[in-house]
């Protein structure tokens, strides 16, 4: 699922060298993301600046620019890599996943307001509310990456496992974005940013999944 968390990277400085192999270079761009994602979140991205961000890895500017051609790029990079890492650490709960629909999502959604709580995603949300040098479009395009992934999870769950339940949903992608947008709305009107405990959480992702299930005549 979008939304989910790891440590936040150290700044370290690659060494010069000739042409790199491709795992020199794979190495190389991993540095770039990670240092990029320390300098965005403390600097903010009009803070930030691609010379900045070569000078800390230690490599030419043009290196840089050859693999991102601006900084908006650099960000999207940034925001897709550390998604991906929210998504791997979240997926390590499949194991324990129940076999029905309903329990599933509830504890898929259990996850999500969790870790929407949590510190470093939190930094990730305010450096795209706050990025004054990128546009509208582009705040929304970030925003979008780890909601799109979270659609696609729960669409997935109402293909593989609402059969079970006599719901072989017609529109599982349509269900899903709706109840993307109830649990993002919940997110925003709950007029509190201190993170849910788990128990907390439970309760609320029990709640608005039941509320999602009263509907699935519809689906």
Known sequence: M??????MPTLRKMPR?????????AAITGTIINTATVLFLTDGFEGTSMEA???????????????FADKTELLDAVL?????????????????????????????????????????????????????????????????YGRAEMVKLIAHE???????????????LRVARIFMALLTGWLSLR????PLSNAEAAVEAGYLVDVLMQGAIAW
């Open 191 to 194: 007029g509190n940013d201190a």
């Open 53 to 67: 961000v070569a000078a800390e890895v230690g490599i030419p500017k043009r290196t840089l620019y050859k693999r």
């Open 2 to 7: 979008a939304a989910l968390g790891t440590d």
């Open 80 to 144: 897709k890599a550390q998604v991906s890492a929210w998504s791997s650490v979240s997926s390590q709960q499949n194991a324990t996943l129940a076999i029905d629909l309903p329990q599933r999502l509830k504890q898929y959604v259990t996850t999500m307001l969790v870790w929407a709580g949590r510190p470093e995603v939190r930094k990730f949300a305010k450096l795209f509310a706050t990025a004054e040098g990128l546009s509208d479009d582009g705040k929304d395009r970030f925003e979008f």
């Open 17 to 25: 060298r000739g042409r790199p192999s491709p795992e020199q270079s």
């Open 158 to 172: 109402i293909m593989e496992f609402g059969p079970a339940q006599g719901i072989p949903a017609k529109e599982p």
